[in-house]
């Protein structure tokens, strides 16, 4: 028995054959390390993400939203929307030109505000109505879990520095002269 099936294994085409399957199943049963790539960030590293709104305008002739670096001119006026939140106080900053800040949300000047309580739908109460610089300007719309102010709001450039445990998220407009 054991001469025949050596007399099978010495033909070269039957000895091929065997070894390819051999790899194969070799292939198929041991499998390489799987290395993860992606590690997971650090708690430090994860910055939560701002709630998101909508910039209307409303010009002489019209309302539109508008789109972010969207043109704009002195005299118009601007109105705000936001995804609001149970417990998320909101601010909107603008940041001129020059790198100066300035209140837009809310419109008294106060402490933020929790839009889930005064708005509906979202839509925060009042317009800004823009002055006669020109220039790209930055709205940051600015939400926390916890009571804060413009006070404790710095500006970069470019940029602005806010409170910790708050998220941020910028919309662009581009002030032109009429």
Same mark, same amino acid.
Request: glycine share 8%; charged share 20%.
């Given at each position: 028995?054991?001469?025949? =099936?050596?007399?099978?294994?010495?033909?070269? +085409?039957?000895?091929?054959?065997?070894?390819?399957?051999?790899?194969?199943?070799?292939?198929?049963?041991?499998?390489? %390390?799987?290395?993860?790539?992606?590690?997971?960030?650090?708690?430090?590293?994860?910055?939560?993400k701002g709630s998101s709104f909508?910039?209307?305008?409303?010009?002489?002739?019209? =309302?539109?939203?508008? +789109?972010?670096?969207?043109?704009v001119q002195a005299g118009d006026?601007?109105?705000?929307k936001v995804d609001p939140r149970?417990?998320?106080? =909101?601010?909107?900053?603008?940041?001129?030109?020059?790198?100066?800040?300035?209140? +837009?949300?809310?419109?008294? @000047? &106060?402490? +933020?505000?929790? %839009?889930?309580?005064? &708005?509906?739908?979202?839509?925060?109460? @009042?317009?800004?109505?823009?002055?006669? &610089?020109? @220039?790209?300007?930055?709205?940051?719309?600015?939400?926390?879990?916890?009571?804060?102010?413009?006070?404790?709001?710095?500006?970069?450039?470019?940029?602005?520095? =806010?409170?910790?445990?708050?998220?941020?998220?910028?919309?662009?407009?581009?002030?032109? &002269?009429?």
């Amino acid at each position: 028995f054991w001469a025949q =099936v050596r007399s099978v294994f010495a033909q070269p +085409a039957v000895f091929g054959t065997s070894m390819a399957m051999a790899a194969i199943v070799m292939m198929l049963v041991v499998q390489p %390390p799987v290395v993860n790539l992606i590690e997971e960030p650090t708690p430090d590293t994860i910055r939560p993400k701002g709630s998101s709104f909508t910039v209307f305008k409303n010009s002489k002739d019209s =309302v539109e939203i508008l +789109a972010n670096g969207g043109k704009v001119q002195a005299g118009d006026k601007l109105r705000f929307k936001v995804d609001p939140r149970e417990g998320i106080d =909101v601010m909107v900053v603008g940041q001129e030109a020059n790198g100066k800040l300035y209140m +837009a949300f809310p419109l008294d @000047g &106060s402490e +933020a505000s929790r %839009p889930s309580l005064a &708005s509906e739908q979202g839509i925060l109460p @009042g317009t800004i109505e823009l002055d006669q &610089s020109i @220039g790209r300007e930055k709205l940051y719309l600015i939400s926390c879990e916890h009571p804060f102010g413009l006070s404790n709001i710095e500006a970069n450039i470019d940029d602005i520095v =806010v409170p910790k445990r708050c998220a941020t998220s910028s919309f662009e407009i581009n002030k032109v &002269s009429p």
